[in-house]
């Protein structure tokens, strides 16, 4: 096979020689072939068995049943109920994990000795496996012998239930949370602070702008893309939340912490049902890949302009 | 966390060396945030050196000696190493890694050079295919992935655990960004010296990338040492049981916790991947910056 052609029309230097095929499927082919498999393929599987009524204590038996999975997940109470509870979990730590983020950057890029220790400890829950840190927390949360009841007794206030509370479960996680992955959030806005020019700064300071000023009309609007960044990637890794429902709470107290993943697990892993799971799996896909589409066309709409 | 909020002082101050009120409260807010995150993992250092009588009568009231090891004592570790056979999961946990670690190298080094040196028909759509696959939550399709991966035979295997996670479009994209770096020159005068593609890659291009390949090394073993929803769906037979697993089955909720035990196990399967991160902090911090820049 001979192709004669630059592909891009472009001429190039050096490696502006179209490679042999021979190269080139030598190099690809490990890749695309555990890519095709691992990703893509289960990608089709997932499609394929949501319309399956398909059970794993007889898999010989699987019967096409349409959108039937479809219209039972729109309709089960225990669906919605942890699309709700992974939603709630989600925005609050969009909201207060940005912030927080954006301040512990800013914090470690001031000039003070000990900025690299207070960054180290910030970004270490990040390399810590959320089964640690769940385990970690599981304890921290224990009412009586627990770290935090411990330090407010010590304190002379009251102490609460965490995760054994109603009412107090999901806001502890959502705390466990942002703490586990505020530090690579900050890294993230470390890098988009790096790349303001300091002069920007400066002629506001000129011009008689405040620090309070600046950081809101200067650097805030030029921190948009980071931002936008930081808050897809939270999402996304926010509405995965498996480990602390499994770990921790089982999904309780009366489901207020059933994460849809843990949710998913449930149903196929006790359940066997691998089509209803598939059918979960495909509606949570189809959402996230949605909502970062629409998180990438509205937060970029205020920085076009 | 609320402290958190208080330090957009704005970042002109930043230059400031002199001792203002901005840099007092820098050390004050500073001081506090090192401890709200510094403090659950000195309790848990701490609390993994003492008998599980000891930790709780060291909660009330709170003191120094809530974060420090009192009458050490080994036998939480003992009774880990003998009672739950956490060596068996250790060594499944470091073959695992091992592998995926070499696997990732060999498999997204090769596509990445393809993709960074090579002319060749649809290598832009490629490209914009490997970026994609990053926007699919994985968590999400664990239970599809399980059964291709039944399908296959291959559940209750190691090559099952990290298998799925070798072809990394992050290590694809690590490796290109490094491999774009390479002058052109570089690579015409290996041409006219008459490397083949191979020897270019492997003799002249891999040895200029090595920063890249340790954050990649990095980053695999961090991810596959702390991997633990997959390896719990795809492997059940518990001598191939990975550590993170048995850590969660020591705090199964409903039981009375057995504080010491549990410490003890959280602390040995936080350190290796702690202390490699403190020893390279470096390139953790490059590798997190890079997926700054896909943004």
């Known amino acids: 096979v001979r192709i004669s052609k630059n592909v891009t029309g472009r001429p190039r230097r050096g490696v502006g020689r179209v490679t042999p095929w021979r190269s080139v499927v030598l190099f690809l082919t490990p890749f695309l072939l555990l890519f095709v498999v691992f990703q893509v393929w289960p990608l089709a599987v997932a499609v ?32 919605l109920n942890s699309i709700w509870v992974t939603t709630v979990f989600t925005v609050a730590q969009v909201l207060i994990g940005v912030p927080a983020a954006l301040g512990l950057a800013m914090l470690v890029q001031r000039q003070f000795r000990g900025r690299y220790g207070v960054r180290t400890a910030a970004f270490s829950p990040t390399v810590t496996s959320t089964v640690v840190i769940s385990v970690l927390w599981l304890m921290m949360f224990n009412p009586t012998y627990g770290l935090l009841n411990s330090i407010l007794r010590f304190f002379g206030l009251p102490g609460f239930e965490y995760t054994l509370n109603e009412s107090q479960a999901l806001p502890s996680l959502v705390i466990m949370s942002v703490w586990q992955q505020v530090g690579f959030a900050m890294i993230l806005y470390l890098g988009g602070l790096q790349g303001i020019p300091a002069v920007l700064e400066e002629a506001a300071a000129v011009d008689g702008a405040n620090a309070r000023q600046r950081f809101w ?70 959402f996230l890949l949605g909502l970062s589409f629409i998180q990438f066309r509205f937060l970029r709409a205020r920085w076009e302009y | 966390m609320d402290d958190l909020g208080d330090t957009d002082q704005g970042p002109a101050s930043r230059r400031g060396t002199r001792l203002s009120a901005g840099t ?110 990053f926007m699919i939550p ?29 072809a990394s479009a992050f290590a694809v994209f690590i490796l290109r960004q490094a491999f774009q770096e390479i002058p052109v020159d570089t690579i015409d ?75 003890a196990g959280a602390t040995i399967a936080t350190l290796p991947a702690l202390i490699v991160f403190l020893a390279l902090q470096r390139y953790f911090v490059q590798g997190v910056a890079l997926t700054g820049l896909k943004g």
């Not at chain 2, 709200?36 to 000891?54: E, H, I, Q």
């Not at chain 2, 992935?145 to 099952?160: C, E, K, P, W």
């Open chain 1, 217 to 286: 009309f200067v650097t805030r609007p030029l921190l948009n893309r980071t931002t936008l960044l930081v808050v897809v990637v939270m999402t996304i890794f926010s509405y995965q939340t498996f480990t602390p429902a499994f770990v921790m709470t089982k999904g309780g107290p009366n489901g207020v912490t059933d994460f849809v993943v843990y949710l998913i697990y449930r149903v196929a892993i006790i359940g066997s049902d691998m089509g209803y799971a598939s059918t979960l799996s495909v509606i949570l896909v189809a």
């Open chain 1, 48 to 79: 394929r068995n949501s319309t399956l009524d398909y059970n794993l204590l007889r898999p010989n038996s699987a019967t096409d049943v349409g959108f039937d999975n479809y219209i039972r997940a729109i309709s089960d109470p225990a669906f």
């Open chain 2, 24 to 133: 007092i409260a820098a050390y004050a807010i500073g001081l506090i945030v090192f401890l709200v995150f510094a403090l659950p993992f000195l309790w848990m250092f701490a609390s993994s050196f003492k008998s599980t009588l000891n930790i709780f009568a060291d909660m009330t009231p709170f003191s120094i000696w809530t974060l420090l090891p009192r009458d050490a004592t080994l036998d939480n570790f003992a009774r880990l190493w003998t009672d739950k056979a956490i060596g068996r999961y250790l060594l499944n946990t470091l073959i695992i890694a091992a592998a995926q670690i070499v696997v990732t190298l060999v498999v997204c080094s090769l596509a990445a050079f393809a993709l960074s040196k090579f002319q060749f028909r649809g290598r832009s759509v490629l490209f914009v295919l490997v970026l994609v696959s």
């Open chain 2, 189 to 263: 005068a290996a041409r006219i010296d008459g490397a083949s593609d191979l020897q270019l890659f492997r003799l002249v291009c891999l040895p200029m990338i090595k920063p890249a390949l340790a954050t990649v090394v990095l980053l695999t073993f961090v991810d596959a040492w702390n991997s633990f929803l997959w390896p719990l769906i795809v492997l059940n037979d518990p001598s191939k049981q990975v550590v993170q697993i048995a850590i969660a089955n020591t705090a199964r909720p409903g039981l009375t916790p057995d504080f010491g035990l549990i410490f």
């Open chain 2, 138 to 166: 994985f968590q999400a399709i664990l239970i599809p992935l399980f059964d291709v991966v039944r399908r296959l035979g291959m559940t209750n295997t190691y090559q099952a655990v990290f298998l799925p996670f070798a």
